[in-house]
């Protein structure tokens, strides 16, 4: 039987991520509602770091099952860090997600490719019952005049990863899932999780 943790988001596309990420470390991640109604988490920190532990607790305490709880967003350096923490709701709650990388594009119209640097950041918590870890990462970029690419989801079709020089909606899922900053919080996770809790359980 694999490891197995249960993830705290109602994102399919980031869920479906994080598991292609996880799994190649064999640990097998599941969505937390489906099989627990804890309600919607609020994000009301004011941090990635207090996102993520609130919805890592709020899985643990109402499931007691090893609950991960992940926050990220993308920071544009000639925005003053924005949309940051608010990546999800840039422009509102109303807009789709087209229309935020509209938005983030209208903000960014005339600004030069030297002036348009930005990077993704990912803090995942995982709350269990030997206590509460965090990992970070973080994915240095910069953001493209015009969408580019079908795969991803979020600002993906904007985000140019300079060693490849595509976005991430370009590379696709192999690719990404492997240089992202989701995949450098989550390689730790798994690394966490292998020498430190279940390598723990085989030995106990």
């Not at 229309?99 to 119209?109: A, D, G, Q, S, V």
């Amino acid at each position: 039987m694999k490891p197995r943790v249960y993830i705290v988001t109602r994102n399919q596309g980031k869920l479906t991520e994080i598991q292609d990420i996880l799994g190649a470390f064999g640990i097998e991640a599941k969505g937390i509602y489906e099989i627990a109604d804890i309600g919607e988490v609020a994000e009301t920190g004011k941090t990635y770091l207090e996102n993520a532990l609130l919805k890592a607790r709020a899985g643990f305490a109402k499931t007691g099952f090893l609950s991960v709880g992940e926050d990220s967003g993308l920071e544009v350096a000639a925005l003053g860090g924005l949309p940051g923490i608010h990546s999800a709701r840039f422009g509102g709650p109303g807009l789709s997600q087209k229309e935020r990388i509209n938005l983030l594009l209208e903000h960014l119209r005339g600004v030069p490719k030297e002036k348009r640097t930005a990077r993704f950041v990912c803090v995942v918590a995982l709350a269990s019952p030997w206590g509460e870890k965090v990992f970070e990462g973080v994915c240095e970029g910069y953001i493209a005049e015009e969408p580019q690419g079908e795969f991803g989801f979020g600002y993906d079709p904007v985000f140019v990863f300079p060693p490849f020089e595509k976005t991430f909606a370009q590379l696709g899922p192999k690719v990404k899932n492997q240089v992202s900053h989701r995949a450098m919080a989550l390689r730790k996770l798994a690394q966490f999780l292998h020498e430190e809790i279940y390598q723990g359980l085989k030995e106990g």
